[in-house]
Nanobody
Framework: QVQLVESGGGLVQAGGSLRLSCTASISIFNINTMGWYRQAPGKQRELVASMITNGGSTTYADSVKGRFTISRDNVKNTVYLQMNSLKPEDTAVYYC?????????WGQGTQVTVSS
């Protein structure tokens, strides 16, 4: 069906930046929504950012508003999460999520660690 491959995680110092990528196995025009979730140790998985693919409407968690930006590249069938001014509390496994063909798909997750 639809596969999502994530990349871009790593270890950075507080105040640094990372860009996560999520590449879909189908045209992004066939994907209704895409978003990023994260799960920190001992915490629930939470929404970070999402977008309606064919419209550009975006939503951000209050904790990342103004620091993170979700965007897409239609040619590469890829959605990005640009993360700036990273904080230690941003440390988590980040998961890409998409909705297509009336079903939900998840990426494998990528670790983001922010040191103080």
């Amino acid at each position: 069906q639809v596969q999502l491959v994530e990349s871009g995680g790593g270890l950075v110092q507080a105040g640094g930046s990372l860009r996560l990528s999520c590449t879909a196995s189908i045209s992004i025009f066939n994907i209704n929504t895409m978003g990023w979730y994260r799960q920190a140790p001992g915490k629930q998985r939470e929404l970070v950012a999402s977008m309606i693919t064919n419209g550009g409407s975006t939503t951000y968690a209050d904790s990342v508003k103004g620091r993170f930006t979700i965007s897409r590249d239609n040619v590469k069938n890829t959605v990005y999460l640009q993360m700036n001014s990273l904080k230690p509390e941003d440390t988590a496994v980040y998961y890409c999520k998409s909705t297509a063909y009336y079903r939900t798909y998840w990426g494998q997750g990528t670790q983001v660690t922010v040191s103080s």
